[in-house]
């Protein structure tokens, strides 16, 4: 009998039939893996986006089992596959493993890329580089407050007061007085994604209705400036300069683009494939898709993109943290 977790999780550890090499690492939960065991192709359990889904189903590149083996404590597995397409990686490379670890500790590539991951997976890619941008129009809905003509200076000048606070509770302990400066200190990027993951887990369940607190609005005022939150604090703890990120234009190009629940949820699971690598090339464009993805839940809702950034501005004002400019 497998093992599998609490979560009903198991392990998988997938391996090139034909050369050994290690491809990848996922989950599976029971339904899975009867999906692979009945069509001979993987099935893998997303956590992110708690659901099922078939490798290369986006990309063409998929995995015909050739063998399933179980480990001796029976809590994972490893199944041989033959590699249709050449890349199991969403990176584009063959294996997921196509960077060495160095004394240095800086990653050294080792493998060539396979696949452009922007022309197949699109925008969930490409925005890393659009979302630089904030010359995009979008409307204000009439009964949001707008003190500044220009909304997009305006978001952004709401943004960086975020952003600066964050930063001042990173570079000053304030652990015994402010729970976000603790985290700070504490400088977890594990734990900092794990609670970005649940909390766009429900930003997503608000649009669909499956996560209800006072209605679709509010509730996604709340729920949005939450992702800001743990997306800012990864920002903080990478240290990474405010432009790097620019979360008022990949906020405002999410808003833009009014990409489908499908697609949302496509690009949910980049965000985190990229800043689950730890890698600081791949944090940055990352962290701009979950601004992003702030910016279509609010066109999702019909709310200003403003909103979130406003509301926790007000959080902020009221702890001291940020003052009303003169």
């Given at each position: 009998?497998?093992?599998?977790?609490?979560?009903?999780?198991?392990?998988?550890?997938?391996?090139?039939?034909?050369?050994?090499?290690?491809l990848m690492v996922a989950?599976?939960?029971?339904?899975?893996?009867?999906?692979?065991?009945?069509?001979?192709?993987?099935?893998?359990?997303?956590?992110?986006?708690?659901?099922?889904?078939?490798?290369?189903?986006?990309?063409?590149?998929?995995?015909?089992?050739?063998?399933?083996?179980?480990?001796?404590?029976?809590?994972?597995?490893?199944?041989?596959?033959?590699?249709?397409?050449?890349?199991?990686?969403?990176?584009?490379?063959?294996?997921?493993?196509?960077?060495?670890?160095?004394?240095?500790?800086?990653?050294?590539?080792?493998?060539?890329?396979?696949?452009?991951?922007?022309?197949?997976?699109?925008?969930?890619?490409?925005?890393?580089?659009?979302?630089?941008?904030?010359?995009?129009?979008?409307?204000?809905?009439?009964?949001?407050?707008?003190?500044?003509?220009?909304?997009?200076?305006?978001?952004?000048?709401?943004?960086?007061?975020?952003?600066?606070?964050?930063?001042?509770?990173?570079?000053?302990?304030?652990?015994?007085?402010?729970?976000?400066?603790?985290?700070?200190?504490?400088?977890?990027?594990?734990?900092?994604?794990?609670?970005?993951?649940?909390?766009?887990?429900?930003?997503?369940?608000?649009?669909?209705?499956?996560?209800?607190?006072?209605?679709?609005?509010?509730?996604?005022?709340?729920?949005?400036?939450?992702?800001?939150?743990?997306?800012?604090?990864?920002?903080?703890?990478?240290?990474?300069?405010?432009?790097?990120?620019?979360?008022?234009?990949?906020?405002?190009?999410?808003?833009?683009?009014?990409?489908?629940?499908?697609?949302?949820?496509?690009?949910?699971?980049?965000?985190?494939?990229l800043l689950g690598t730890?890698?600081?090339?791949?944090?940055?464009?990352?962290?701009?898709?979950?601004?992003?993805?702030?910016?279509?839940?609010?066109?999702?809702?019909?709310?200003?993109?403003?909103?979130?950034?406003?509301?926790?501005?007000?959080?902020?004002?009221?702890?001291?943290?940020?003052?009303?400019?003169?």
């Open positions: 009998m497998l093992k599998f977790d609490r979560q009903g999780l198991l392990p998988v550890v997938i391996q090139d039939d034909s050369s050994n090499a290690v989950f599976m939960n029971e339904e899975a893996l009867r999906l692979t065991r009945a069509t001979g192709y993987t099935h893998f359990y997303s956590r992110s986006r708690n659901a099922i889904w078939r490798k290369g189903e986006q990309s063409g590149h998929v995995q015909a089992v050739r063998g399933i083996f179980v480990n001796c404590e029976e809590s994972s597995l490893l199944i041989r596959v033959q590699q249709v397409g050449d890349a199991a990686c969403h990176m584009g490379y063959r294996s997921c493993y196509y960077r060495q670890l160095p004394p240095n500790n800086i990653y050294e590539t080792i493998a060539e890329r396979v696949f452009d991951p922007e022309t197949v997976y699109g925008s969930a890619q490409s925005l890393s580089a659009s979302s630089q941008t904030s010359t995009i129009d979008f409307p204000i809905a009439n009964d949001y407050k707008i003190t500044n003509k220009n909304p997009h200076a305006q978001l952004e000048t709401a943004t960086r007061q975020l952003y600066d606070a964050y930063l001042y509770l990173r570079d000053h302990d304030l652990s015994e007085q402010s729970n976000t400066s603790y985290l700070l200190q504490e400088r977890s990027p594990h734990y900092l994604i794990t609670r970005l993951a649940d909390e766009l887990q429900e930003l997503a369940d608000v649009q669909t209705g499956e996560h209800v607190h006072s209605g679709r609005e509010p509730d996604t005022i709340l729920e949005a400036s939450q992702v800001g939150y743990w997306l800012m604090l990864i920002a903080a703890t990478y240290q990474l300069p405010y432009e790097d990120i620019a979360p008022h234009a990949a906020i405002l190009q999410g808003y833009q683009d009014r990409y489908g629940y499908e697609k949302a949820t496509e690009t949910r699971e980049e965000c985190l494939n730890f890698d600081l090339a791949q944090i940055a464009p990352g962290l701009r898709i979950g601004f992003a993805l702030i910016g279509w839940a609010c066109a999702e809702a019909g709310i200003s993109p403003l909103a979130p950034a406003e509301y926790d501005l007000e959080q902020m004002r009221k702890k001291g943290l940020v003052k009303d400019e003169q």
